[in-house]
C-alpha cells in the first residue's frame, strides 16, 4: 500500500501561483512514475503532469510552460509549481502513484482560480 497526502491548494487570483505537495509513505519501492491529475466540475479526471522514477517528465499541453513537476527523494514528495494560473485551471488536484498492476490515489486538494 502506498498513501498520497496532498497540500497546498486553495484559493488564487488569475496570473497567481500556486505549489502543491504531495508526500507519500507506505510501500513507494518500485513507484514506475509519480504524478498529478485534475478534475473539473463536470469533466474526467486528466493527466496534468508525471514524473517517473528516472526523472523524465511530461505535462498536458494546457499546461506546458507554466507548471513544473519535480521530487524530493530525501522526503518521499513531488511537488507541482503551478504558475499564470487561469480559471480554467480550477479542479481538484489529484495526486497518483504508478506501480506495477497499481495505482494510488490521494484524496485530492481543491485549486480554485477566480477575481
Known amino acids: 500500500q502506498v498513501q498520497l497526502v496532498e497540500s497546498g491548494g486553495g484559493w488564487v487570483q488569475p496570473g497567481g501561483s500556486l505549489r502543491l505537495s504531495c508526500a507519500a509513505s507506505g510501500s513507494i519501492f518500485n513507484v514506475n512514475a509519480m504524478g498529478w491529475y485534475r478534475q473539473a466540475p463536470g469533466k474526467e479526471r486528466e493527466l496534468v503532469a508525471r514524473i517517473t522514477s528516472g526523472g523524465s517528465t511530461n505535462y498536458a499541453d494546457s499546461v506546458k510552460g507554466r507548471f513544473t513537476i519535480s521530487r524530493d527523494n530525501t522526503k518521499n514528495t513531488v511537488y507541482l509549481q503551478m504558475n499564470s494560473l487561469k480559471p480554467e485551471d480550477t479542479a481538484v488536484y489529484y495526486c497518483?502513484?504508478?506501480?506495477?498492476?497499481?495505482?494510488?490515489w490521494g484524496k485530492g486538494t481543491l485549486v480554485t482560480v477566480s477575481s
Open positions: 497518483n502513484a504508478n506501480k506495477p498492476y497499481m495505482d494510488y
